[in-house]
């Protein structure tokens, strides 16, 4: 059975992107058949992040429109031989993506695929309700700041009310909290909100705790997706919470703060 996982926030700027692709090539690296769909339609960031932006010839938009098919929109990753890309259009009009457009790509894919990501955009506009409407999962995407935990309350209302499975009264969506963007120096000092705070807050089982890391970054402007990084704090806590994703039970990292040896105590890092 094809899952559909969907990457939604309230508040933008999240990390929803960089988890997307993070956890797509996860997926593909253990050896599942996995797409990833960018639904912010206008801004186009997850190529860039998967890095093959300059592949792009049709997209999302263009296969609903009936002007491509999937063949010819789909990219294939260039490191996962079972990894593929269906990039956003950049400059349509925010109303491309119809339920009834939308639920036949998805169905299409899921003759082909195991796992089906969905990048959403932030809010709850059209191409934020579309990415979520048909999804199995959703990973609630969250920084440790208090308005961002606000607004991702509001998405859970909308997973329970606005989705295909509350239309249709089937079993509920599964939720899953991934906090990204963790300081566990600032949870310490109270600039920040701690895990247990936002896990209080929100309620929904934790599938991961991603640290704040330059890493993310690097990554980013070499359009690598960070979980290819093993040797990053960022990379190791994406891996891990595809293994939670996958069902198995991997204890927390990088939650505390680092103790500073001697030598860095004294003369800094
Ligand atoms: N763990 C992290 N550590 C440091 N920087 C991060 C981390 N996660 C994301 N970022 C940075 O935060 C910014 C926003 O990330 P990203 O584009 O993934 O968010 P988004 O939720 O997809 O945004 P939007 O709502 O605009 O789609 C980027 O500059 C990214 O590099
Ligand atoms: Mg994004």
């Given at each position: 059975m094809t899952q559909i996982i969907v990457v939604t926030s309230?508040?933008?700027?999240?990390?929803k992107t960089t988890s997307s692709a993070a956890i797509a090539t996860g997926l593909a690296l253990q050896g599942h058949k996995t797409v990833v769909i960018d639904f912010d339609i206008g801004l186009r960031n997850l190529d860039l992040i998967m890095g093959?932006?300059?592949?792009?010839?049709?997209d999302f938009v263009n296969v609903i429109n009936g002007e491509a098919n999937l063949n010819q929109a789909l990219i294939k990753d260039k490191r996962c031989s079972n990894l593929y890309v269906l990039p956003a259009s950049?400059?349509?009009?925010?109303?491309?993506?119809t339920k009834e457009g939308v639920g036949k790509v998805l169905d299409d894919l899921a003759k082909d695929f195991e796992y089906i990501i969905c990048d959403s955009p932030a809010g709850i506009e059209q191409g934020a309700m579309m990415a979520l409407y048909?999804?199995?999962?959703?990973?609630?995407t969250t920084n440790p700041e208090v308005s961002s935990v606000r607004d991702s309350d509001r998405i859970l209302g909308m997973l329970q009310s606005r989705s295909r499975r509350a239309e249709q009264n089937l079993e509920p969506i599964k939720e899953f909290l991934l906090l990204t963007r963790y300081s566990p120096a600032r949870a310490k000092t109270g600039e920040m909100l701690s895990v247990e705070d936002v896990e209080e807050i929100l309620a929904i089982k934790l599938l991961g705790v991603i640290p704040e890391s330059q890493a993310v970054l690097k990554a980013s402007n070499s359009g690598v997706?960070?979980?290819?990084?093993?040797?990053?704090d960022a990379g190791l806590a994406y891996s891990d919470t595809v293994e939670r994703l996958l069902g198995k039970d991997v204890p927390l990292r990088f939650i505390e703060e680092e103790k500073k040896g001697f030598l860095k105590r004294i003369f800094g890092s």
């Open positions: 309230g508040k933008g700027g999240v990390g093959c932006e300059r592949r792009v010839v049709y950049q400059t349509r009009d925010k109303d491309a993506l048909f999804a199995d999962v959703a990973i609630v997706p960070v979980i290819v990084d093993q040797e990053s």
